[in-house]
């Protein structure tokens, strides 16, 4: 079975711009997460959506927003790029029981985004 | 708002010494999870702990989730350059958020 695909793999963009990113959960897998990890620290939480709906938000700010489609996919889209966006965009795919974020996150290998 | 503190941030060891990493939430967790990142890798799921005082092994891996579910520790005996990489512990908060752990960087020299 395939793992969790993200696209594109590198991505660069300029101040201002806007980007979006696209992920594909494994199969059987309802719950997306993306996750923003910039250089030298640990994952920061974004979103998670589970059976299309937003369950659960970071500390991000309304540049950034996302949505989750009937097949489970899901992209992260990021408004008016600022140079402190650059970072790895990381999504995770797992099975949500009804409480929430208890199960393993299974991750794509992400996106590298960097802002000139 | 919610913390997870890891100590060391970093850690060079020469391959077969011991190796440990600690992990500090402000607040109780319903469970606690280690993930693995390789140098230019993605977080790889390792283990998850959910029962106080919980105690798993995985090979030369043990981990350790504390009496009152708001620390857990990682250690690994006799390290290999195979275990290179950085060690995150994770939590979920309000069941809908999983917040990261600041990471311990492994190195193993040979």
Redesign the interface.
């Known amino acids: 079975d395939a793992g969790v695909t993200q696209s594109p793999t590198h991505l660069i963009k300029t101040r201002g711009q806007h980007v979006t990113l696209r992920c594909s959960p494994i199969s059987g897998h309802k719950s997306v ?1 993306w ?1 923003q990890q910039v250089l030298g ?5 974004i979103f ?1 959506y589970y059976e299309k709906e937003e ?5 991000f700010p309304d540049r950034f927003s996302a949505r989750q489609f009937p097949n489970y996919s899901s992209e992260l889209n990021v408004n008016a790029l600022l140079l402190g966006d650059s970072a790895l965009y ?1 999504c995770a795919s797992s099975l949500r029981p009804p ?4 199960q ?7 996106t590298r985004l960097s802002i000139l | 708002g919610q913390q997870v503190m890891q100590i060391p941030q970093y850690q060079h060891v020469q391959e077969g010494e011991d190796f440990t990493t600690y992990c500090n939430s402000s607040t109780t967790l319903s469970n606690i999870q280690w993930y693995k990142q390789r140098p230019g890798g993605h977080p790889v799921f390792l283990i998850q702990l959910v029962k106080s005082g919980e105690v798993k092994k995985q090979k030369r891996l043990t981990f350790q989730f504390g009496e009152a579910k708001k620390n857990s520790s990682l250690h690994i005996t006799a390290t290999q350059t195979t275990d290179v990489g950085t060690y995150f512990c994770a939590g979920p908060y309000n069941t809908d958020k999983l917040i990261f752990g600041t990471g311990t960087r492994l190195q193993v020299f040979p």
Do not use: I, K, V
């Open positions: 997460s996750y620290q640990g994952p920061q939480f998670q369950r659960g938000r970071g500390n990381l409480t929430g974020m208890e393993p996150q299974h991750f794509g290998d992400g």
